[in-house]
């Protein structure tokens, strides 16, 4: 099944579309720019394998999915004069389109995405934003609609799971990330048990058989 989502009326670019003259003639040269930088990245870096990762597979598992799927969707924004408050508004906005943006449910809908591009934001100003928004909006919004949310940007610390040494959210343009969570996201809650609770209790018994699955396939009785 492919994703639809009515792109014509909003502001919302599959990859593809970025080559699209008839889609993306109005947008300004830097927003057009800054989509293009954030596809490109995602193409050649976050759907690839890196030797750096620490595992098989590519950076992120779910984006060639998501990709072939068509359910990935880019967003050009300018906040850089907005307030915190004005932010969270905006991603609410997204995430309300979010929940109508087919599909709705079966596997597919697992591959879903947002990725709002934020052209104009000083990448100095990009982890205090994004830090403030995720504040307000991270727990409430994975609690009852099931989204995971994420900043990425040049100066991102972050690291992945398996390589402390390894940087993968360092975009070439600040962006937020808004994904349907899946039960294979325990991984990025292990050490935070505020957030492993909200992961046991969205997928219960469920997430225990997923989680069981895991261990046999490691070494942990060693």
Known sequence: MEGTVSTQA???????????????????????????????????????????L?????????????????????????????????????VGSYQRQFLDAQPTDGGDALYKSFVLVFADLPVERANELFDAVLEQLAVPSYAEDGFVMGGFHEGSEGTAIYNASFHPFTS??????????VVGDWKFFLDDENWLNLWARRYGEYGAHALAEELRHLHWRA
């Open 172 to 181: 070439p343009v600040p962006f937020l990330l808004v994904r349907q969570a």
């Open 54 to 90: 620490g595992r098989a597979g590519p950076v992120c598992p779910f984006v060639p999915g998501a990709l072939e799927r068509r359910t990935l969707w880019l967003a050009p924004e300018l906040i850089a004069d907005r307030s915190v408050p004005d932010v969270v508004e905006l």
């Open 10 to 52: 909003t502001n919302l670019f599959l990859l593809e579309d970025l080559e699209d003259v008839s889609r993306t003639g109005e947008l300004p040269d830097s927003d057009r720019d800054a989509l293009r930088a954030v596809a490109d990245w995602i193409k050649t870096f976050v759907a690839r394998p890196h030797k750096d």
